[in-house]
């Protein structure tokens, strides 16, 4: 059986990757285990039961963006005994600013174990929202009068802006479901689940597959590298 760990900065990002897999790979192949970090310590939330699975992937909430790397450091050594193929990091670069991406990169890549199972770290640039935004077919199915004319002409460029240019994507993404009197977050900025997987029911992963990895090197990066992880042989 392939085994694969993703470690991720939050809820978010966590439900992202288990669509993101089920599109990769059939369903009935599949055995996904959730888990979330609190105080160092990494607790299983989740989990399906499959028997016949080939693939078995470990997505764990890290519940905050610098827990994701010190988690795969100090998982590294019993994920690679356990006989993981491949450890995966994604976290988003906000609340720093777009000239701090590059620092952010170096940062991730140093001080990683060596040897044993490879590791990849992944920025969203500058939040995993800004992969939803890439995605416009979705905004009709958040609510039908959010055409793209109509969103242009409320000030929002989404057709000619790269969604990696926000320095905000989430509140981008907010502003643009008031709207249609719809949110995406809370008052205090916050997210709840049945928002995000609304948002995440509505994203078209034909359409991300085929544009967004165009439009968009970070979800290009990640997709692509976590396709290639899964299906080799």
Same mark, same amino acid.
């Given at each position: 059986?392939?085994? =694969? @760990?993703?470690?991720?900065?939050?809820?978010?990002?966590?439900?992202?990757?288990?669509?993101?897999?089920?599109? %990769?790979?059939?369903?009935?192949?599949? !055995? =996904?285990?959730?888990?979330? #970090?609190?105080?160092?310590?990494?607790? =299983?939330?989740?989990?399906?039961?499959?028997?016949?699975?080939?693939?078995?992937?470990?997505?764990?909430?890290?519940?905050?963006?610098? !827990?994701?790397?010190? !988690?795969?450091?100090?998982?590294?050594?019993?994920? /690679?005994?356990?006989?993981?193929? @491949?450890?995966?990091?994604?976290?988003?670069?906000? &609340?720093?600013?777009?000239?701090?991406?590059?620092?952010?990169? +170096?940062?991730?890549?140093?001080?990683?174990?060596?040897?044993?199972? &490879?590791?990849?770290?992944?920025?969203?640039?500058?939040?995993?929202?800004?992969?939803?935004?890439?995605? %416009?077919?979705?905004?009709?199915?958040?609510?039908?009068?959010?055409?793209?004319?109509? %969103?242009?002409?409320?000030? =929002?460029?989404?057709?000619?802006?790269?969604?990696?240019?926000?320095?905000? &994507?989430?509140? +981008?993404?907010?502003?643009?479901?008031?709207?249609? #009197? @719809?949110?995406?977050?809370?008052?205090?900025?916050?997210?709840?689940?049945?928002?995000?997987?609304?948002?995440?029911?509505?994203?078209?992963?034909?359409?991300?597959?085929? /544009?967004?990895?165009?439009?968009?090197?970070?979800?290009?990066?990640?997709?692509?590298?976590?396709?290639?992880?899964?299906?080799? !042989?």
């Amino acid at each position: 059986m392939k085994k =694969i @760990a993703i470690f991720v900065e939050g809820a978010t990002e966590q439900l992202l990757v288990v669509n993101l897999v089920k599109e %990769i790979i059939n369903g009935s192949n599949l !055995q =996904i285990e959730l888990a979330e #970090q609190f105080k160092g310590k990494i607790s =299983i939330t989740g989990k399906t039961e499959n028997l016949e699975a080939t693939h078995y992937i470990l997505v764990v909430d890290c519940h905050g963006d610098e !827990q994701v790397k010190t !988690q795969i450091r100090e998982n590294h050594a019993n994920l /690679t005994l356990a006989g993981y193929s @491949a450890i995966f990091g994604l976290r988003d670069v906000y &609340p720093f600013h777009s000239t701090d991406v590059d620092d952010l990169r +170096t940062v991730l890549q140093s001080w990683l174990p060596e040897g044993g199972t &490879p590791i990849y770290m992944h920025l969203a640039i500058m939040e995993v929202e800004a992969w939803f935004l890439a995605e %416009i077919t979705h905004f009709g199915r958040i609510h039908h009068s959010l055409t793209h004319d109509f %969103i242009e002409a409320s000030g =929002i460029n989404i057709r000619g802006t790269s969604a990696e240019s926000w320095p905000h &994507p989430a509140q +981008t993404l907010h502003d643009i479901y008031r709207m249609a #009197q @719809a949110s995406y977050l809370k008052r205090d900025g916050s997210k709840t689940k049945r928002r995000v997987m609304r948002t995440l029911t509505a994203l078209s992963m034909t359409e991300m597959k085929k /544009t967004v990895t165009q439009s968009t090197p970070g979800f290009r990066d990640f997709f692509e590298r976590l396709e290639n992880s899964l299906l080799a !042989q």
